[in-house]
């Protein structure tokens, strides 16, 4: 049987200098590669705050400084309303879209501290049920649901960081929430008793901070967004 010709060790040296350093090429170009684009979830949306359900952003790099965030997100319960005292309440559903501009003064995309303003519009039902004294004698009940359309504009202060294919953000920030609400299906007796047993009405202080008032008609309130992020960069 034919031997096969031996490779000479001086030979040997090239091919284990490129076994060695070819992984080390290709993680640096790896790093090196810009990435534009993030596609993050906020997780805490989750499990706590109100208005529960998950919350999706898509983040394109357009300068070093400047970037452009669209969001999205489904509504499937909320932690506290203005019927009743249960700390969960199952939604008809609902949903969320926003708009949000990125300027990194002190960094950039890819790591650093950003302003950002935004812009969001979400509509939100759940149903609600109302039991009431109409006489001595006669005890009656309404089945309505109400209807949210809430959204407005806001600022932020936040930090961001882009780690390989990781992401992660957190920010803080303030706005104005410009909210619609309708009880619809319930009688005028029973929206009458409604706000009468919840004790809050326009003039109440608190108003400004709920998620939404107790009362039908428009309003505003103040909208404290605070949250993290986290996410995929390519």
Not at 37 to 56: D, M, Q, S, Y
Not at 74 to 102: D, M
Not at 110 to 135: F, N, R, W
Not at 146 to 174: C, H, T
Request: charged residues 20%.
């Amino acid at each position: 049987m034919p031997r096969l010709p031996s490779l000479p060790f001086s030979g040997l040296i090239p091919i284990l200098v490129l076994l060695l350093v070819t992984p080390i090429l290709c993680e640096a170009q790896e790093e090196a590669r810009e990435r534009k684009n993030v596609i993050a979830i906020t997780p805490l949306k989750l499990v706590v705050f109100t208005h529960l359900g998950p919350e999706f952003t898509y983040q394109r790099k357009l300068k070093s400084r400047l970037s452009l965030q669209t969001k999205a997100a489904w509504i499937y319960s909320y932690a506290s309303g203005p019927i009743g005292r249960e700390p969960f309440r199952i939604s008809n559903g609902g949903g969320k879209l926003g708009l949000e501009v990125k300027y990194f003064p002190l960094g950039s995309f890819e790591k650093g501290l950003y302003l950002a303003a935004e812009i969001d519009a979400a509509y939100h039902s759940y149903p609600g049920s109302l039991s009431y004294q109409v006489s001595s004698r006669q005890t009656d009940s309404d089945r309505f649901d109400v209807v949210l359309k809430y959204g407005g504009p806001s600022i932020k202060l936040g930090y961001q960081k882009v780690r390989g294919f990781f992401f992660y953000e957190f920010y803080a920030g303030i706005g104005i929430r410009h909210v619609d609400v309708q009880y619809e299906g319930i009688t005028s007796v029973g929206y009458s008793n409604l706000i009468r047993d919840e004790g809050l009405g326009k003039s109440d202080p608190a108003r400004l901070f709920l998620p939404y008032p107790s009362v039908e008609g428009t309003s505003r309130s103040i909208a404290i967004p605070l949250n993290v992020r986290i996410g995929i960069a390519f």
